[in-house]
């Protein structure tokens, strides 16, 4: 209705495993800056050959380099650390999360039926899970609430889109058979509320309140069928496949569609973890291998490191060409989109997280001044280094929730009196 302060900022968060080497995201015009901070345009520079598939999007590519995340546990994977900043668990355990990551913090600010949509092609670092549901320990609602996610490609589709497409019509009368269902527990909580002692009221209260939730979400599904049907990917073989490069293709798919369908506006896809073995790209290692200077056919680490950043940059090609065919207010729904790749072990296999290289695509609504922008701060313990607390707390102020800092604080740099704790406030539009 052009009321552009009323559009919903979307979110992609695409998380990898082995870490993001920074050389590997640095645009040649960069790569002599030592330790300098640096904030430049990056329309005209030259991006890395894995970088290619974001060409044709430069002036919405933001990189940005040299935040710490030492507060975070190191090595393979930093589990919820890497978007809570905290460290928790162990090597093998993701432990209890102790607050709500920043990416479940930004889908509260823009609620949608599926407020928060997970989807995963493997499971925490060592997993072998493959479909179903998964709890990769990565993404967390609250404290002790672990964000679930979809495995299976054809399931997520029949979760987000069965209501209104179906192959047959078995999504529609689950659906009808789902709704009927809430409307018993509902009343039949209420019953047993009024005949319990008050010390258990309160429990049954959050128990209600998520059934209650759940009869929102369908009675909004229910209007939105039409719009559903239009959006909806189309069901074919993809979603089936048990090749890994084909589900993560199905992912995505299904990540675009649900934000154009206005099912969500926030996506985290967790895309491999160290056992993955990406064969349609010509490897038979898997990353953990690779991650350990392990060569295959003939290739090095760095060449195979750059075959699979190829291909999760053509995801994410795909994906921001998919937004930006949709018209949006002036513009397009990229513009108030940001895809936001990552990894979970920081700058290599087994991350220091000294620096938490970050790659965004999209307009960030307007809201941050980083679109079109290398950035880079000086490296860890120099004056003016900043850390992924102050990333996340940035975003979150930007995106309408004022909070003072957002994670645990690095005590090192605290102690040394380095520590700004703080919103990026040159980031900032």
């Not at 052009?2 to 995201?25: E, L, Q, T, Y």
């Not at 190191?74 to 900043?85: A, D, I, Q």
């Not at 589709?157 to 209104?164: E, I, R, T, V």
Request: proline share 5%.
């Amino acid at each position: 209705e052009g009321n552009s302060g009323a559009m919903p900022s979307r979110f992609v968060f695409v998380v990898k495993d082995s870490g993001i080497w920074p050389s590997g995201i640095t645009p040649n015009e960069f790569k002599a800056n030592g330790s300098k901070p640096i904030n430049a345009s990056l329309v005209n520079a030259t991006l890395p050959s894995s970088m290619a598939p974001l060409r044709p999007f430069q002036d919405q590519v933001s990189i940005v380099q040299g935040l710490s995340g030492k507060m975070c546990r190191g090595g393979h994977t930093s589990h919820f650390g890497m978007m809570g900043v905290y460290m928790v668990g162990s090597e093998v355990n993701p432990g209890n999360p102790l607050r709500a990551t920043a990416d479940a913090e930004l889908a509260k600010l823009y609620p949608a039926p599926f407020n928060h949509v997970g989807l995963a092609v493997r499971g925490d670092w060592g997993s072998t899970n493959y479909g179903g549901t998964m709890y990769p320990g990565i993404s967390a609602v609250g404290p002790g609430k672990e964000l679930p996610f979809q495995g299976s490609p054809d399931v997520a589709f029949d979760q987000l889109f069965g209501s209104a497409v179906s192959t047959s019509k078995e999504g529609e009368r689950r659906f009808k058979l789902q709704k009927n269902l809430l409307d018993f527990m509902v009343d039949d909580i209420k019953k047993v509320e009024r005949a319990i002692p008050s010390t258990e009221k309160m429990k049954m209260d959050a128990y209600l309140n998520a059934f209650e939730e759940l009869q929102v979400r369908h009675s909004k599904l229910v209007g939105m069928k039409d719009n559903l049907k239009g959006n909806a990917p189309q069901l074919t073989d993809k979603f089936t496949s048990m090749i890994e490069e084909v589900r993560q293709e199905a992912h995505c798919d299904l990540a675009v569609a649900a934000l154009i369908a206005g099912l969500t506006n926030c996506v985290t896809i967790r895309l491999d973890n160290a056992n993955t073995v990406y064969k349609a790209l010509g490897l038979a290692r898997n990353i953990h291998g690779i991650g350990h200077d392990e060569g295959d056919n003939g290739r090095d680490q760095a060449q195979c490191r750059e075959i699979i950043q190829t291909h999760h940059m053509e995801l994410i090609a795909t994906m921001a060409k998919k937004l930006k065919a949709v018209p949006e207010g002036n513009g397009n729904m990229l513009d108030n989109t940001m895809i936001i790749y990552l990894s979970d072990s920081s700058n290599k296999h087994h991350g220091d997280c000294l620096e938490w290289p970050y790659v965004v695509v999209g307009g960030c609504s307007g809201k941050l001044k980083i679109p079109g922008r290398y950035i880079c701060y000086p490296k860890y313990g120099d004056a003016g280094c900043r850390t992924i607390g102050d990333w996340w707390t940035t975003l979150l102020n930007a995106q309408g929730n004022p909070i003072k800092y957002y994670g645990n604080e690095d005590l090192e740099l605290k102690q040394n009196g380095l520590s700004h704790a703080g919103p990026l406030v040159e980031l900032m539009a």
